[in-house]
């Protein structure tokens, strides 16, 4: 099976836009969940999708939104973008949510000048 | 924060040598997990260990758990170049969303 594939790798934005990114999980997984990595506040949970509904949020603005297609795939939007959201954006799926552990993709590496 | 926390920040040793990292959390969990990540790539899961365990082997990882200190510790033995990664704890207290800890850099010199 394939894995966990983000779009695009790397993004290079100015701040005050908005950006896009995009997940597709492994073939047959239902649940997709978005984090955050920055070295000064790490790994940071951003929220989870299964089947098409947010089921969890962390805590961040609501300039952080995400949706779920159908077919499991998922996006997720940063509108007005600070210099603060340069960051890895990590994607992880599962195949449902009594599966305990996640797999990750490569991440987006996103840069806001 | 809830974030975890671990240490230590940065280890460096040499190819053989058993490589000991240390993660403490802040609430109850269900379970907690150890991911490496190479090199600011996705992470990769190593283990699982359940609330209800206290150890746990895999291949050459050894995975302890004591609830009481809310603490674990990942044992990687005979250690290779190629462990060379960050390694992060991470918890899931049955919110559905891992809690990472700060995560311990590995340097294994051949």
């Known amino acids: ?113 | 924060s809830q974030q975890g926390e671990e240490d230590p920040q940065a280890l460096s040793i040499q190819e053989g040598e058993n490589a000991t990292m240390n993660c403490s959390y802040k609430t109850s969990i269900n379970n907690l997990q150890w991911y490496r990540q190479n090199s600011g790539r996705g992470l990769v899961h190593l283990i699982l260990i359940r609330s209800n365990e206290r150890e746990k082997h895999s291949g050459r990882l050894r995975v302890t758990l004591d609830t009481s200190k809310k603490s674990s510790s990942l044992l990687i033995t005979a250690s290779r170049a190629a462990d060379t990664a960050s390694y992060f704890c991470a918890t899931d207290d049955n919110t559905d969303k891992l809690i990472f800890g700060t995560g311990t850099r590995l340097q294994v010199f051949p």
């Open chain 1, 1 to 113: 099976k394939a894995g966990v594939t983000q779009t695009p790798r790397y993004l290079i934005k100015t701040r005050g836009q908005q950006v896009t990114l995009s997940c597709s999980p492994i073939s047959g997984h239902r649940s997709v969940s978005w984090y955050q990595q920055t070295p000064g506040q790490g790994l940071q949970f951003l929220f989870e999708y299964f089947s098409e509904t947010q089921r969890n949020k962390g805590n961040f603005p609501g300039r952080f939104s995400g949706r779920q297609f159908s077919n499991s795939r998922s996006e997720m939007n940063v509108s007005t973008l600070e210099l603060g959201d340069s960051a890895l954006y990590l994607c992880a799926s599962r195949a449902s949510l009594a599966q305990e552990t996640q797999y990750f993709g490569p991440g987006t590496r996103l840069l806001v000048l």
